[in-house]
């Protein structure tokens, strides 16, 4: 019986469970920083392509000035608008890139005869876990960031597109059929591939490179120690796939096709050529703002988790 209890808290759907709940606390707490930095990635491009507002309709603003006119203009609640898909998107994304790359080190590439895991293991465990699990989860993605647009929407006198979280995917359906619901995905799941290599991968370096050259245990301080490297580096390498991702998945669309970019390079090239290359890093600063301290809450999260349900830490 003591077996089967250990096998099963080692087990993909255990390990899911765990990453899922810890994700629903990261993401709960930090996601107005997420709903400010969409906000800002937008900005550039309305006043490219919106050519029927006048341009003091869509005054160009910074992180804490677009998060201050959220709530002055839209309510203090709307900093949480869309959060309902971001945690389904969690929930399915989240526990599928933790349990992916866990049974990729354990199962697949296998840790060193020290213990280690390589360098090169773990980015490209990263980076597939990643992929993988923003594929599966990519539809909720799709609306959230629907989702997120509606405040500004309103403001600016266009009519509502989506009212809550199950009219968006019908109406998705309904437009473009259910294929239409991963629109977006290549970009999305570029982005999820290069965060993962900077979270997980980095995470998991950073965490075991402190336990062996330093004195310090495996508790909460090298936990928040490893999660701010993992954080920094998940930010910036990132950024330019989280901004193509979502100038597509925002973008209007007719008979399933959208009406502005053709594809992520498309989207790449336009935003570029008309904004300039630092376009690619708007919302930087929300994001990593926002990335610090969902790393610092998930991992703090996710290691208490596993260590209260007496299962090895990560």
């Not at 050259?213 to 120690?225: E, G, S």
Request: proline fraction near 3%; hydrophobic fraction near 45%.
């Amino acid at each position: 019986m003591t077996v089967s209890v250990g096998k099963s808290k080692e087990s993909f759907a255990f390990k899911y469970a765990l990453s899922a709940t810890a994700a629903v606390v990261a993401e709960t707490v930090t996601y107005p920083l997420d709903l400010t930095k969409t906000r800002l990635q937008i900005q550039g491009e309305r006043a490219q392509h919106v050519r029927t507002i006048r341009s003091s309709v869509v005054p160009h603003r910074g992180m804490i000035a677009t998060a201050a006119g959220i709530v002055q203009e839209e309510g203090l609640l709307k900093l949480w608008q869309g959060v309902t898909p971001a945690l389904y998107r969690h929930i399915v994304y989240t526990g599928c890139r933790m349990s992916m790359y866990e049974f990729l080190r354990e199962k697949v590439f296998k840790k060193n005869k020290d213990g280690t895991f390589s360098l090169w293991k773990a980015i490209v465990s990263g980076m597939l876990a990643g992929g993988a699990g923003q594929f599966i989860a990519s539809p909720a993605d799709l609306v959230k960031v629907r989702l997120q647009m509606e405040g500004r929407r309103r403001l600016e006198g266009l009519p509502v597109r989506v009212k809550n979280t199950a009219h968006a995917f019908t109406q998705i359906v309904s437009e473009s059929g259910v294929l239409g619901l991963w629109r977006g995905w290549v970009p999305n799941v570029q982005r999820a591939a290069l965060v993962n290599l900077g979270d997980l991968a980095t995470y998991d370096t950073a965490k075991h490179l402190i336990l062996v050259n330093t004195n310090l245990k495996d508790n909460y301080v090298t936990h928040t120690m490893a999660s701010a490297c993992s954080g920094l580096v998940a930010a910036i390498i990132g950024t330019p796939a989280d901004v193509i991702k979502t100038r597509i998945m925002n973008q209007p669309t007719q008979d399933g096709k959208g009406l502005l970019y053709s594809g992520s390079v498309d989207c790449l090239v336009k935003t570029v050529r008309q904004e300039g290359f630092l376009a690619l890093y708007k919302g930087l600063l929300p994001i990593w703002t926002r990335m610090a301290p969902w790393s610092l809450v998930f991992w703090l999260s996710y290691e208490q988790v596993r260590k209260f349900s007496g299962t090895s830490s990560f």
